[in-house]
């Protein structure tokens, strides 16, 4: 006989409240269901300040409701609480751009790089993934009406 799958929100102790406010959460995110799930965050970041990754997620729902000033300050939450979520980073950032802030989104990128130097390049295994630094774009393929810089030969007139 096998044993069930572990639940990532399980607990040893038994029951816990929060674990089953954060899964109800998660939940309504996965769903697209952001006031909804805006509102159930916002609830278990009264009671536990401290979390970070629940300041996270409160900046992703902001941002899925396009209030990008308050994405950027949960994010910035999300960071002072735990300064490894490099993930809210990205988040203020582009809430930073959207609002016209580019220049300050660019810096808020900066910065991130320097705190985190190894997430500058990919770590990804998926198919095709390449471990090249982000900052180096890929060239552009080459529309199809453009001059070759090969040359060609001019077709022989025949007489």
Do not use: F
Not at 51 to 59: G, R, S, T
Not at 104 to 111: R, V
Request: glycine fraction near 4%.
């Amino acid at each position: 006989m096998t044993s069930p799958p572990a639940d990532p929100h399980s607990t040893t102790l038994g029951p816990d409240p929060l674990v089953d406010q954060l899964r109800a959460a998660d939940t309504l995110r996965q769903q697209q269901r952001w006031p909804e799930a805006l509102a159930a965050y916002r609830s278990i970041l009264l009671d536990n300040p401290h979390i970070a990754v629940v300041a996270h997620n409160i900046a992703v729902c902001h941002m899925a409701l396009r209030q990008y000033p308050q994405a950027e300050q949960h994010a910035q939450l999300a960071q002072r609480l735990g300064p490894q979520l490099w993930q809210s980073g990205l988040i203020a950032a582009k809430a930073q751009h959207l609002q016209g802030m580019a220049i300050q989104g660019l810096q808020t990128l900066y910065q991130l790089s320097e705190r985190h130097p190894n997430n500058r390049k990919s770590t990804s295994k998926s198919p095709g993934a390449t471990s090249t630094p982000c900052a180096t774009p890929k060239p552009a393929p080459r529309p199809l009406n453009t001059c070759s810089t090969t040359p060609t030969l001019a077709p022989r007139r025949t007489k």
